[in-house]
């Protein structure tokens, strides 16, 4: 027999549980350990639990079932699409979408959930979501992962191809076009994008240099022509646990600076940045100047913020072509 339910609010109250949805709770300290995808596939589980409607999650809840990473926020909705009959009447924790029920070959099983595929979540994203947005998911269905991509960049083609009469389907259609196999993190993605806007050569991703002794690295960018490698690296790598693999922070740090010396002798020059920086965009133009990366643009204000830029926004109207 589950708690009464005014005992579970009252334990919300007091910070001891946190409602996922109206009627489902959580150890507060359960829900502090995960993250803001986590969450919200938790919200997900938890609208799936207490429906009886067949329901077909998409846009940001098929993500989170799909594991897929997105670059700002993640709302407190659970979104669902239905038929366009039914209207999109929503509540505070539902949002029905009334764009009709895809058809079987953009839908699949996941965790007993019916969810759009991952091609078409990345197609339905990339058309309510900001350009620098949706290229991020996209890079994220087509990251290479165990067991392959999420999406090939020839089946959110072929979505495309499908609403090829939706609205705001050349969103999609400019975002697959601007979207790359890869970039391994949303911090990636953001500072390929970004690297662009500021008129830097456009790097290779995932390239491997060897060394003398033979050793062989992987460079998260790689400028050929001028010999400079990039790398983007949060600090969760010398703290998670997860990343930290048992070794000590401190080991970690040392094995790094081992590699970074290697590879400074096979290369003219080595950037390196935080995602914090790629949210700078003077950091990062100082940053890449400093390895010898020439660029064709003037260096950005200090007080610029990466969402400024261009390419957080939709290229204008008559630069987005319709797919064939």
Excluded at 21 to 49: C, K, M, N, T, Y
Excluded at 146 to 156: D, K, N, S, V
Excluded at 190 to 197: F, G, K, N, Q
Excluded at 236 to 263: F, Q, T, W
Aim: glycine share 8%; net charge positive; proline share 5%.
């Amino acid at each position: 027999m589950g708690a009464h339910p005014g005992y579970l609010r009252t334990q919300a109250k007091r910070g001891r549980l946190v409602r996922v949805v109206p009627g489902s709770f959580l150890d507060a300290e359960l829900w502090r350990r995960l993250d803001d995808r986590q969450r919200h596939r938790l919200r997900v589980a938890a609208i799936a639990e207490r429906t009886h409607v067949g329901y077909v999650y998409s846009h940001h809840a098929a993500a989170a079932v799909h594991g897929m990473e997105l670059l700002r926020d993640w709302p407190t909705t659970v979104d669902v699409t239905v038929d366009r009959a039914s209207g999109g009447r929503s509540t505070g924790w539902l949002r029905r979408r009334a764009l009709g029920i895809p058809p079987a070959e953009h839908l699949a099983e996941r965790d007993g959930l019916v969810v759009t595929s991952a091609a078409r979540t990345a197609v339905d994203l990339a058309r309510v979501l900001p350009f620098g947005d949706a290229v991020v998911a996209m890079d994220s269905a087509l990251r290479h992962r165990e067991g392959g991509p999420l999406a090939t960049a020839e089946e959110i083609g072929a979505v495309v191809t499908d609403l090829a009469a939706e609205r705001r389907i050349a969103r999609a259609h400019a975002a697959l076009g601007s979207a790359a196999v890869g970039a391994e993190s949303v911090a990636e993605s953001v500072s390929r994008l970004v690297i662009r806007e500021l008129g830097f050569p456009a790097p290779t991703l995932q390239h491997e240099v060897s060394t003398a002794e033979g050793e062989r690295f992987r460079l998260d960018f790689y400028w050929a022509g001028v010999g400079v490698g990039g790398e983007c690296d949060g600090r969760a790598k010398y703290r998670d646990p997860m990343m930290l693999s048992g070794r000590h922070p401190a080991d970690v740090v040392i094995a790094e600076k081992n590699r970074e010396n290697r590879l400074r002798r096979v290369l003219r020059g080595l950037a390196r940045w935080e995602p914090v920086d790629v949210l700078r965009p003077a950091s990062l133009f100082d940053i890449l100047s400093d390895v010898g990366l020439p660029s064709t643009q003037a260096r950005p204000s200090r007080d610029t913020s990466a969402f400024q830029l261009q390419c957080f926004r939709w290229p204008r109207r008559e630069t987005v072509a319709r797919p064939l």
